[in-house]
């Protein structure tokens, strides 16, 4: 069955940076469009970024633009979100998702904690 | 940035009644929104998507309509397992948006 596991959460310090990972599981990474979307202790959820199929093509929310890449390596079953010059207001569960348009599939989640 | 608004913030019913939730878009969507449910400490699931269509083994007690910028959920006879919080999401435009979510309680 499809299968999504993110890893590398942690407590970070302002301005420091952290690297996402997400491997999949039960499908060919490669014909799908994944996202990051995130969601901020007791709050509602924000999209964050999207990295087309074939990493044509990737998208961001305003807030991260410049800051956060997504990337992937098919060959790993895997996409990452690499965040710089994190910020006390990235601090939530982020969570990679599957889907071109809807999201599909959603992993777990893995928190990032930015405190100093 | 296409802003989701949905009404009520928390929707409080018996169980077996009926439940109806609304998404609102600022500018249209089209048919190009998606439902989830989420319960505590849990992902989002997909309950529906292109407005009305059931993504794969969600009961067909849950049903969407609307299309445009006026959007609802109904949950008929509500189970036990329905209480959660639910959310809409556009695929309109970039970026994607959610709304702030409905929260169903137990009546």
């Known amino acids: 069955q499809v299968q999504l596991v993110e890893s590398g959460g942690g407590v970070v310090q302002p301005g420091r940076s952290l690297r996402l990972s997400c491997v999949a599981s039960?499908?060919?990474?490669?014909?799908?469009?994944m996202h990051w979307v995130r969601q901020s202790p007791g709050k509602g959820l924000e999209w964050v970024a999207l990295i087309s199929y074939d990493a044509g093509n990737d998208q961001y929310t305003d807030s991260v633009r410049g800051r956060f890449t997504i990337s992937r390596d098919n060959s790993k079953n895997t996409i990452y979100l690499q965040m710089n010059s994190l910020r006390a207001d990235d601090t939530a569960i982020y969570y990679c998702a599957r889907g071109a348009r809807e999201f599909e599939y959603w992993g777990q989640g893995t928190l990032v904690t930015v405190s100093s | 940035e296409i802003v989701m608004t949905q009404s009520p913030a928390t929707l409080s019913v018996s169980p077996g009644d009926t439940g109806t939730l609304s998404c609102r878009a600022s500018?249209?969507?089209?048919?190009?929104l998606a439902w989830y449910q989420q319960k505590p400490g849990q992902p989002p699931r997909l309950l529906i998507y292109g407005s009305s269509t059931r993504a794969t083994d969600i009961p067909a007690r849950f049903s969407g309509g609307g299309s445009g910028t006026e959007f609802t959920l109904t949950i008929s006879s509500l189970q036990s397992e329905d209480f959660a919080v639910y959310y809409c999401q556009q695929y309109e435009n970039w970026p994607r948006t959610f709304g702030q979510g409905t929260k169903v309680e137990v009546k």
């Open positions: 500018q249209t969507v089209n048919a190009n």
């Open positions: 039960g499908f060919s990474l490669r014909s799908f469009g």
